[in-house]
Each structure stands twice: as C-alpha cells, then as structure tokens.
C-alpha cells in the first residue's frame, strides 16, 4: 500500500506485484468478462494492496463507465427479491460489477428520482424487476434516455427488452395437470389482478391442463390480487354463492397460504376437504401448517441469467433481443391430496 508521500501507484506497480502485463491489467478493468477469473483476482488484489483503486475509478470515469447497475424493483419485501437478487449480484460481482438497488414502492415519483439519476451516468445497465420502462412524466421514457435494460420476474411489453424468467405457462399447465392426476374436476384459479400478466400467463397454462383432460372441465377463474388477503376473500365469495370447487390453483404462495387460513377458519381440513396448490416456494411455503405444494422458481438461477445477459450487452450492443424461460419444479408437500368424497 502507498504511503503518504509515496508517489502514486501506477499500472505498472500493478502488473509487477500481479506478475502480469500491463496489457492484461488494462483489460481486467476495461473489459474483465474477457479475463480469466484467477487473473482478475490476482489484479483485484493487486488494486488493494498499491492503492491504484482511486487510479482505477478515474480510469472508469474517463470510460464513462460507472461498473454498476441499478436494479429497480417495485417491492424490496417481494418474497422473490431476495433470491433474484442473490444471483444479479453474483453474477455482476465476478464480472467487476456492483449493484445498487432502488425501491419505487410503486410510485412514479420515486421511478423519476432514480431516471434522474441514471442520467448522472452513475450506472451503466438497468434491471427491472417491475414490469414497466420507468416513467418520466409521460406515459413512456424513450430507450434511448436509458442504458440497456433486462427484464426479470415480470416481463415488459417492449419488444426491445430482454427477459428473463420462469416459464408461467409450462409451470401452469403442471400444477393443474397434478391436481388433476388426484382427481380433482372442479379446479377454481385464483388470479393476481388485471394489471399483472403473470396472472394471465398462468390462467393460460392453468387453461391448458384443463385441456388435457379426457372430460370437458370447467374454466372457472376468481379475480384476487396476489395477497393473502385476496385468497381469504376469494373463499368468502364462492361460500357466499355456495359454489364449490374441490381445489384451488392459486397466483402465488401469498394468495395460497390466505386460501388455507380461511378455509381452517371455516372448519375444514387441508388436504383432506380441500387441495391449495400455490406459485413461487417462497421460504415460508415450507414452514406453513399444512406444508405447501407449490411451483418453485429458480430465483437465483433467474438473477444470474439476467445479469449476464445486460452485462453482455453493455460489452456488445448488437446482441438482439430475446426472452429467456427457465424451468418451475412442482414441489409436492401436504397441501393436496385426492378428492374428499363428500365434495365429488
């Protein structure tokens, strides 16, 4: 480490103390995708030790590179988060990327704090894990005010964004399949809201299981929000109207776990009265009294993909557009089961 009065490190004191060239330290910071990972620590290392961060960061600056990425999500508490998070970051940290995460809570005012400062060019790339371009005061921010994006968890209506995701349809059709498969022939899906395609991307699979049947099956969709709130109001309704189905095929976990607790409220037994299928595998799916089957998404897996692929892009802009799908597992736990007699 340079003491005071030391002359500043150099380049050179960088690649001497990580026993490579110049040439090769200057493409670890330029372009480190392009550097083996072993180098790349050896010359991070190095960084530390001389003191040439401060060297590094101007040198960026003159690139107008900022080596971070802003990832904007509409909720920081989405059980999603987290997981697709943990992967964003791996995947930026071993390319030399930070992170630096917004929260617009929904609220356009907050969208338009974090557009102005991506204009400072104090982020090279954007994620968006809220399913919108962020708004400017007008219906849409032109793309070409904003870095490259890549869009995660929910997809954008933009046709000049990359996404990355789980395959809502294919996982659909599963989970309705298998609750199928015990029996089940009145299966209710309850949705995530109109403003949500996810929900209409998973009513189209749920709608594809159905056809799958050897018998004609019901389309029977109930209107909820993804909350568990909305699952308990959704049994409300249909007990109201004394209409029954003998399983629920729900949005996501949330909307699943309220399913249940208004279903025990009630007096009923899970499996044994009603099968509750849900949608994510959030961490507390698991510990939920009864467990809950579910679709897991691969939430890191997820993360990683989309961080490559902007971190790719920023290094060659011509990459075209595309829509990347990974696979949902159906997670089997106690929450289904076959049909109760009293209820066929």
């Not at 790339?125 to 919108?132: C, D, K, R, S, Y």
């Not at 809502?168 to 309850?190: C, F, P, W």
Request: charged residues 20%; neutral net charge; proline residues 5%.
């Amino acid at each position: 480490m340079s003491e005071p009065g030391e002359r500043p490190a150099t380049i050179e004191d960088v690649a001497k103390l990580a026993g490579v060239s110049i040439a090769t330290v200057s493409r670890a910071l330029r372009s480190p995708e392009k550097v083996a990972e072993s180098t790349r620590k050896k010359v991070t290392a190095a960084i530390a030790r001389t003191g040439y961060t401060a060297n590094a960061m101007a040198q960026n600056l003159r690139m107008q590179r900022s080596q971070m990425v802003l990832v904007l999500a509409s909720s920081i508490a989405d059980p999603n988060f987290a997981g697709i998070l943990t992967g964003l970051e791996k995947a930026a940290n071993d390319r030399g990327y930070g992170v630096l995460i917004g929260n617009t809570e929904g609220t356009s005012g907050l969208e338009q704090n974090y557009l102005r400062f991506l204009s400072t060019g104090m982020a090279d790339g954007l994620v968006l894990l809220t399913g919108h371009i962020p708004v400017a005061g007008q219906p849409q921010t032109p793309l070409t005010n904003l870095p490259p994006i890549v869009a995660t968890e929910r997809p954008v209506s933009n046709p000049e964004i990359s996404y990355v995701g789980v395959d809502d349809v294919a996982a659909s059709k599963v989970a309705t399949e298998y609750l199928i498969s015990l029996g089940h022939r009145r299966i209710t899906y309850i949705s995530g809201g109109p403003a949500d395609i996810r929900s209409d991307l998973r009513h189209s699979g749920y709608l594809q299981g159905l056809k799958e049947s050897p018998e004609a099956l019901r389309d029977w969709r109930v209107e909820g929000d993804g909350s568990s709130e909305s699952g308990r109001a959704a049994v409300e309704r249909l007990f109201i109207k004394d209409d029954l189905p003998t399983a629920f095929f729900c949005f996501n976990d949330n909307t699943a776990i309220g399913v249940i607790s208004a279903l025990q409220l009630r007096g009923y037994r899970v499996p044994e009265d009603f099968s509750v299928l849900g949608f994510d595998d959030i961490p507390f799916a698991n510990n939920f009294t009864p467990g809950l089957t579910t679709i897991r998404q691969p939430r890191q897996h997820i993360g990683e993909k989309a961080m490559t692929i902007l971190l790719d892009r920023l290094a060659n802009r011509s990459l075209e557009t595309r829509t990347h799908l990974l696979h949902g597992d159906l997670i089997v736990r106690e929450s289904c089961g076959g049909i109760s007699r009293k209820l066929k």
